[in-house]
């Protein structure tokens, strides 16, 4: 008789990595299926990773606007748990033309209703005094102590090993194509003919949120991508501010920002263009020019020179609608939306998945505490914050490969590119994503084979082998010397 | 934690660190090479080709033959090896410095040492330095990543290949990807000249047939799963026409773009840096700007030939030597600015001391087929000329400056005059 479980969650981005490890605090069976080799491979990963303020919604009229205030309180104790990187490191929209401190003066009042704390109104020298980085004139800006920065590859990955720890089970690869609704439960089809059986399910899709409603009979509305491109600069790039940058917001975009990224480095972007094609991940050099225009003009240092890669992704929004779509099915039985999950979508997670566990109790689903304490999910310590005390006390008592340096320009070493692999993360990307190996300013080209031999030792396969499965198998490799194939 | 003391460290065991250990060890000076890659060798490991060692060794070598004969001069010398060894920090150490190592075999090690040698090497610009737009798919190789692949673990990358830049190691590898069966469809040039030696535009692609496209510049990647084509446009007048737009379908690029002295460890440690060069600022005994940290070869500037590396790095060895031996000071009296002039791109080093002899390395902006080197001094007085031919920016020019040439001058700018 196969395993029907409680909850099935489609999706492994922040909505669903959310959902899962909350639920795995439940006495509840749990399964979340990931059409990708590994989560965070979709809407998450290019994540400009920001916690954001809580004054850019309102949190009376829209339901993104109370998720996103909610969620931010709730990412101290998020990283205590978890210990991903995260800095409540605040927030400064700042007006760089007079008649922009009308919309200021209105996104202040806005924080103020909706209870932001700490939220303050500044003048062009508190300003400056903020953020000395900032170009001039400035005429003054909001300010936002309680915004912060976080690494999202790393908050996802740790979420879904910490529910994984816990019970959670993870389907990777497993692309939902077809279901049938059983009349206790849903039996869903992957690709490749697996399948799972649940009672509930979760509709965390991402830009495929449509495609997935429609397969349960569910709603029907039409995801449009709305893609952004972002730019990468140094970790010594001299233009990291102390906080993150915005410009005054326009009716559709929270504009080009300046970030000072959890992981040290210095990112700038997005753009906001609606696309055709969801898979759509190319970066162009009309938007190059425009965001480092943009760019420049806010931030002193902002310099081509320093740039180590760029990279696109899109906000899964619904055509239509610019609030989430949070809901038990009208439709289909057992069902729950989780669509149309843009920004402050990351911020708003963790209220995300308790709105969501709220909405399972709503439909039925009985939810009780586990029985058994909740295990604390260990993560990987990283080399780059090590003392070399720390690092030689490992070197000695848990691994040698702790004090070998594989990626020089982000310092990770063998110890932890080996764990990550081991926790699933088992491609170039995925180890890149877990352990920021690769993610440096020679992007790859001193350690991705080195990085690729570790991936072959961990998993039994020849070079050749790894290399081919980076692509699909669409790699034409061959052994030199070896027959043409 | 370990601890070792050494007179000198040398961080880097490339041409460069071999080279200079040998000259420190033969000194009879406590010298320790320390080198992140399991062997020593640096890059030079990976070119198999030959055609190095004409100038310093007189014959001609391939890279690994380059490299064990360097090694060997620095361990017949007696200098000490310290390999799969990571410098993490340089931080002062009383009149000296400490570097906190990460070795997978001992740990962490704090070497002590009285002058320090910065011989880390350089990396390549990549496609994602550039920003070069459209998708992010697998078959983008960094040309040195690609040549490791074939030479060092006998992998064909692909198929069909575009070469993006044509520096050394992209016209290298133009012709070696030939030789393993890829048909190499074109190298396209973004200058109006070749980045790379003139001989091996004549060997590695004339040869061959593989069309040089100069004026030319990569305008996107495109592919799903994997690399499928690359579109490239000319630049006419330095502006984009991308009217004449082309696609050629292939499965793998290779990005030879331009190299970047890895000087991240000498930032940190307070070294100014050549913004031209993205090497240290070096007066003429190539100390930096921080007192008893010597640089040489790559990391300082990013050499033509590695004969030249052998031959700075053995001039920079003599000067921590002396150091060592307290003959030459923290801060030597009488230097002078030493400044690039018309079509110079920059030189090294960047501080003289007047009256001194010198050896300067310069390049050149732009191609000159007759050309005269003038060094003048600030009130315009003509110090010193010499006659060159073919001056290329791809080629580096190295100028012996008799002493007598520069005495009492408070200044002095080096420039190339089209004859």
Known sequence: MENIFDVAIIGGGIVGTAVAYRLAHRALSVVLLEKEPDVCHGVSKANSGIVHGGFHYSATTTLKGRLELRGNQAFDRLQRELGF??????????????EQLATLEKLHAQGVANGVPGIELCDAERTLQLEPKLNPPVFGSLYAPQGGVVEPYRLVFSLMSAACLNGVELRRRFEVVASRNLGESWEMTAADGRTVRARYVINAAGLYADVVSSLFGAEEFQITPRKGEEYLLDRMSQARPSKVIFPVPSAHTKGVLVIPTAGGT????????????????????????RIFGLARKMVSGVSERDLVTSFSG????????????????????????????????????????????????EAGLPIKDKPSPFLPWRSTPTLRDLAPQEADRLHATDNPAWTNVVCRCERVSEAEIRAAIRQGHDSLEGVKLATRAGMGRCQGGFCGLKILRLIADELGISLEEAIRRESNGKAQVSILGGKEK | MKALEYEIAVIGGGAAGLSAAAKCAASGRRTVVIERGEELGGVLLQCIHSGFGLHYFREELTGPEYATRVLSQASEAGAGFLVSATVMQITPDGPGHLLTVYSRQEGVIMVRARAVILAMGCRERCRGN??????????VYSAGTAQQLLNMEGIVPGRRAVIVGSGDIGL???????????KVECVLEIMPYPAGLSRNIAQCLED?????HLSTAITGIQGKDHVESVTFAPLVNGVLDLTQSQRVHCDTVLFSVGLVPENELSREC?????????GALVDDTLMTSVPGIFSCGNVLHVHDLVDFVSQEAERCADSAVRYCAGAVHDDQPGLIPLEPGDNVRYVVPNQVVAGNPHHLFLRATTILEEAVAEIRDTEGTCRFTRRLRHVRPAEMISLDIPGDCTADARGLTVALEEK
């Open chain 1, 85 to 98: 990187p995260f800095q409540r490191c605040g927030i400064l929209v700042v007006a760089f033309a007079e």
């Open chain 1, 266 to 289: 210095t990112m700038i972007g997005p753009t906001a263009e609606i696309v055709e094609d969801k898979a759509d991940r190319t970066t162009t050099a009309k938007n190059k020019e």
């Open chain 1, 314 to 361: 899109s906000r899964p929004v619904i055509e239509g609608k610019e609030d989430f779509f949070l809901a038990i099915s009208a439709k289909a039985p057992r069902f729950l939306q989780a669509a149309g999950i843009q920004s402050p979508g990351l911020t708003a997670s963790p209220a995300i998945a308790e709105y969501l566990e709220q909405l399972l109790a």
């Open chain 2, 130 to 139: 550039l920003g070069v737009p459209g998708d992010r798919v697998p078959g």
């Open chain 2, 172 to 182: 290298i590898m133009a012709r070696r990807l030939t030789w393993s069966g890829v």
């Open chain 2, 208 to 212: 061959f047939g593989i069309p040089l």
């Open chain 2, 270 to 278: 307070g070294v100014q840096l050549n913004p031209k060069t993205g």
